[in-house]
């Protein structure tokens, strides 16, 4: 009865760890999991919150700033000044050594500074509302490539896993024939090169099996690696491929209208011209005048020895208002150059903003005829296997009655292995551009 907390608090930190560690998901799982989790996807979230203090910092900084300073000194030797010793009842024409001030001096002042008017101020406003916008940008095409990298390696996983599968099958049927092929040999009713054509083909299975195996442990890598999670973390998946295939089967994405404006790269583009048209404002305030006021006060206190805290101690105040008017004249064309350079580069920007749109719709005419081909091709590809199918099993069957030859088996069986794969690959084609045209379109559709 002792262990019984015990049990208890292991049974609790292992749920603990499976629930921090996912082993069991399907794609639309890994999908979320990752949307949550990815270290990109966080950065992205982060960068937001960073944006967010961003525009606060250059908010607050139009708004009234106080501060304060104490200022202590101690002249370790004063400066002397000399006066005509006659101010002092000396002789004329002599001069006599003073000193002015004490030894020690404490100042203590506050003060505050506020913007009356500043152009870069209400430029910086606007700024720091386009570069939040910015980010919350970079975090959705963050989150579709994060989902679109996700549904790659899910994709990959599976398929090696299949190809695993298939390859073990294989195995045992040349297996199974070859021992059969070799006993009708060594009763002498067959050829030593039918053997031998099992053999190679066995050989190159079993090489191919090994190849897959390794490519699933980099797989699985590569996944874990997308989901956040420790590149060694156990996981296994649920979907299947061909499961995936028929359902990312979507004639509907290819009547999706090709407008570029509503895609996540053509919005970043635009937020990049208005960055730059921004920075135009921005030149032009500088010929703006700038009004700043202040209030300043405090108190200061004199001594030749430290008696600063005794209660007798006296202390002179002093307080200040003031406006400060900052006027630009003539600066020898520099805010010219530096305004027509930011005009420049807007031309610029909406010159790639241009190209950007251009590009998009090629991006999204290339992706609908992709994922269209993969879908037509997955169709042929199921055709094709259920023909090597046939021809295999007749081959293998006309081999065995005697009437048939090794190499013409062996052509078969090649072919068979060549469709599967090929089928395997038409079904991962299907899922990875149904993903490609939602991220170009930036219409993802949770399957």
């Known amino acids: 009865m002792k262990h019984i907390p015990i049990l208890v608090l292991l049974m609790c930190f292992q749920l603990g760890i499976s629930q921090k560690n996912p082993t069991n998901l399907s794609l639309q799982e890994a999908i979320n999991y990752a949307l949550q989790n990815n270290r990109q996807a966080l950065n992205a979230e982060r960068d937001i919150e960073a944006a967010k203090k961003q525009k606060w910092e250059t908010t607050a900084s139009g708004l009234p700033q106080l501060s304060a300073a104490i200022d202590y000194q101690n002249f370790l030797r004063q400066q002397v000044q000399v006066i005509p010793a006659e101010f002092l009842g000396g002789a004329p024409g002599e001069f006599q050594e003073v000193v002015f001030g004490t030894k020690q001096s404490v100042n203590a002042f506050a003060t505050l500074n506020q913007k009356v008017f500043d152009g870069s101020y209400i430029v910086g406003l606007q700024s720091a509302k386009v570069f939040l916008e910015i980010s919350k940008n970079a975090k959705v095409q963050t989150d579709l490539e994060v989902r679109n990298a996700v549904i790659n390696a899910y994709g990959n996983v599976l398929l090696t896993e299949e190809s695993i599968a298939i390859l073990k099958r294989n195995i045992q049927v040349l297996e199974k024939n070859l021992y059969e092929t070799t006993k009708i040999y060594e009763n002498g009713l067959g050829e030593q090169e039918s053997v ?31 989901l956040g999670l420790d590149v060694y973390n156990p996981l296994v998946l649920t979907d299947n491929l061909e499961t995936l295939a028929e359902q990312n089967r979507s004639l509907a994405l290819l009547d999706i209208e090709n407008n570029p404006e509503s895609t996540i790269e053509y919005l970043i583009a635009e937020n990049d011209t208005k960055a730059k048209s921004l920075m135009v404002k921005l030149e032009k305030s500088k010929a703006l005048p700038t009004l700043n006021a202040f209030l300043n006060g405090g108190y200061s206190a004199f001594e030749d020895e430290f008696t600063f805290f005794d209660n007798d101690q006296e202390w002179f105040g002093s307080s200040l208002f003031g406006v400060s008017l900052n006027i630009p004249i003539f600066s020898s064309g520099m805010r010219s150059a530096s305004t027509q350079r930011a005009e420049i580069n807007l031309e610029k920007s909406l010159t790639e903003l241009e190209q950007t749109e251009q590009r998009i719709k090629l991006e999204i005419a290339s992706a609908k005829s992709d994922y269209q081909f ?19 099993n007749k081959n293998q069957t006309k081999f065995f009655e005697g009437i048939g030859s090794s190499f013409e088996l062996r052509q078969a069986q090649t072919q068979l292995y060549t469709a599967q794969q090929e089928l395997l690959q038409a079904m991962l084609d299907v899922i990875n551009t149904k993903a490609t045209l939602e991220t170009v379109t930036n219409t993802p559709i949770n399957n």
């Open 374 to 392: 993969a879908i037509e091709d997955y169709e042929n590809k199921k055709e094709n296997l259920k023909l090597a199918e046939r021809i295999e």
């Open 196 to 226: 031998e054509q099992l053999q190679i083909t066995l050989s190159g299975v079993k090489s191919n099996l090994n190849n897959t195996e390794r490519l699933k442990t980099l797989a699985y890598q590569m996944l874990n690696i997308n």
